[in-house]
């Protein structure tokens, strides 16, 4: 079993900014690299949306880097999906529908 303590960060105050939780791995020991220096980014409220989450950020650019969420789709989406499929299959097979 591999075993990493908690991290705790802070401001210049002493005032918590992040703590991240004990971890417990059977099949890999959790490293956490030393921090040198830390920076921010603020973002507008509602900038991320409930579709994306912050995967990083682009040291050079200071471009923060999404990952869109898998979302399933609804019977409604995927009922037009299989739809606009068929019409395109048919529309190949047998050619003047569109």
Do not use: W
Not at 40 to 64: A, N, Q, S, W
Not at 68 to 80: A, G, H, N, T
């Amino acid at each position: 079993m591999f075993e990493t303590g908690t991290r705790i960060i802070y401001n210049q105050l002493g005032e918590l900014i992040a703590v991240i939780h004990d971890v417990a791995s059977d099949t890999h020991q959790i490293i956490r690299p030393d921090i040198a220096e830390l920076y921010c980014i603020d973002l507008p409220y509602g900038e991320i949306g409930d579709d994306r989450y912050v995967v990083g950020v682009d040291p050079e650019t200071k471009e923060v880097l999404y990952k869109y969420f898998d979302r399933p789709l609804s019977p409604e989406q995927k009922i037009k999906e299989l739809e606009d499929e068929l019409l395109l299959q048919t529309e190949k097979e047998v050619g003047g529908i569109l």
